[in-house]
């Protein structure tokens, strides 16, 4: 469908043949006017927007739109171009950047209509072009050209008034109607002040005519505007006079800019100014801004209170200034990162110097603020003195230690064969001693000062908790194996399935949380053999069968045994993860792990435990396994006891 425009047939076949006379109004305009073909060749553009972008009209129309428009603008509102040749709309409007013939970018607000030129069978589109920064007025110097320039003056989204030079209101545009919720009809006729709301500072001079005669030419001030049902409406108006031919002042523009939401943002920001002042100086925390490059600018009072300075002392001072030497590296570290935008905020515990030379620990958190285009145009920092807390972690810290230094000499102790009795002794009480106070005080640490902890250091506290468990679990496995060899070793004519039962019954919370399947083949009636420590050996196998399982599988033990001589030979064999051949021999040594702590609990010492048990039995113990399909763990043990 065709859509005919309203506009001056004149004017437009004008610029189609290039022929400036007859809208040689356009360049009185203080806006920038351009029109262009549907290809984005530029047909013409008025004076305003020729200095606007540096550019004279013939190099506009060599150039196009894409030359002058910047980079980052490209994307085509084809959508909204579209709408408007369907006729959905009559006008759009948006922000974009354009590129200057110096390379400066100008930032504009653009309202683009839509032409359709009938004789010539074309396509054009106006642009009105408003610079963002600098807010120009639109002139209409004679009544003449105010119905010549009729379609800009109708559709801009700002507010334009055309009054009298007694202030008497001749025309109002559509925008400031709507912002007021007048109709034309009511406004027409009224003075100016007919707008004001009674909360509107009285800046101007008492009435504009007598400013304008005193040969100023323009006017800028901001007023309260007054809607029709009584709202506030903040605006910034920008009047110019309008001459005669005579050079008589005659008329006066004004361009209205809605400021409503700007001044509520400035009022709420002066409000949280408030807040943030009392929390600033009231805050338990030290609180502290600095400029981009770390000059201290302010400073609260317990931020002073805790550095040791007097107030004033330490502004235009850098952080770097009150960090220990050690940590100074860290914290240019992060400060660059933030200031390149790669982090938005750290924290970073670290030593602070005070004023007298002491050496405090800090919980130190940095945010930085940044403006419209990203650049960090302050940093605010949160300080915490946690030198108490840290001051208990390091006692804890060394405590682990020691702890970690006895339990490397327990492995040489245990690595030279030292006598059993003394390992005992030093097992029970020099290791689990210490290893109870630690684990007590690191939980009262953490009940009483939870709150003054930070993430980093609960998690120091739970990994010392969850060590001190694994040292107690380790030492109570190692007293295990090492009094295999010390218990007395009674053997006698004991029953497997009387002793297996035994062994079920004490897995019994392990088999029914897993759902395991126990299946039991056919036993011998006697095996001669210690019954604690056979036993001991069945639940290790039988355990480590249902712990070593693959997720989502319900384990399935089965137990058999067949008569080999002077022997029986029992196997557990499980549907687990199975054990890789080249660890067949090493599974059976004391602390031989094949699996992180995470994924299976353990000490590495069961199977070691079992190894044992055989040995004393004068059997033999040996694992036969396809990894991924289960394990097989077999032993032989001595027959029963036969009378001679």
Known sequence: MKLTATVNANILQSIINGNPSEFKILDLLPIGVLITKNNGNILYANTSLSQLLGYDLDELKENGVLAITHPDDFEHKEEEYQKLRMGQHNQFKYQKRYKSKTGKVVWANVNVSYFYNEESDNHFYLGVVSQISERQVLDNRTEKNIDKTKSIFMHTHLGMVVATADEEIIHANPSILKLLGYSADEVKGKNVDFFLHSDSNSVKPKNFKEHFLANNDQIKVERIFKTKNGEKKFVSITIDKVKNADNEYTHHFAFIEDLTDQKQIEI???????????????????????????????????????????????????????????????????????????????????????????????????????????????????????????????????????????????????????????????????????????????????????????????????????????????????????????????KTNISPNENLALTLTSLDKQIEESKAEIIIGRMPKQVFANATKFSQLLQNLISNGIKFQKPGIVPKIKINCKDENDFYQFCISDNGIGIKNEYFDKVFLIFKKLHNISEYKGTGIGLAVCKKIVDQHNGEIWVESEYGKGSKFCFTIEKEETSE
């Open 268 to 490: 709420a920001y002066k409000l949280t100014a408030k807040k943030f002042e009392g929390i600033f100086n009231d805050s338990p925390l030290g609180i502290v801004t600095t400029d981009y490059k770390g000059s201290i600018l302010t400073l609260n009072q317990t931020g002073y209170n805790l550095l040791g300075y007097e107030k004033g002392e330490i502004i235009h001072k850098s952080i770097i200034d009150i960090t220990h030497e050690a940590d100074i590296l860290k914290e240019v570290e992060l400060h660059q990162k933030l200031i390149s935008g790669d982090i938005n905020s750290y924290s970073l515990i670290k030593r602070i110097l005070k004023k007298n030379g002491e050496i405090i620990w800090g919980n130190c958190n940095v945010t930085a603020i940044r403006d419209q285009a990203g650049k960090v145009s302050c940093l605010i920092g949160m300080l915490e003195d946690i030198t108490k807390v840290q001051n208990v972690q390091s006692a804890l810290i060394s405590k682990a230690h020691k702890l970690q230094h006895k339990n490397l000499e327990l492995q040489k102790y245990i690595e030279s064969n030292m006598e059993l009795e003394n390992f005992a002794y030093i097992a029970s009480h020099d290791l689990r001693e210490p290893l109870r106070s630690i684990k007590g005080f690191s939980q009262m640490l953490k009940l009483t000062n939870k709150d003054k902890f930070d993430e980093s250091s609960l998690e120091y506290l739970q990994f010392i908790e969850d060590g001190t468990e694994r040292m107690d679990c380790l030492i109570k496995d190692l007293l295990t194996y090492s009094r295999v060899n010390t218990q007395n070793l009674e």
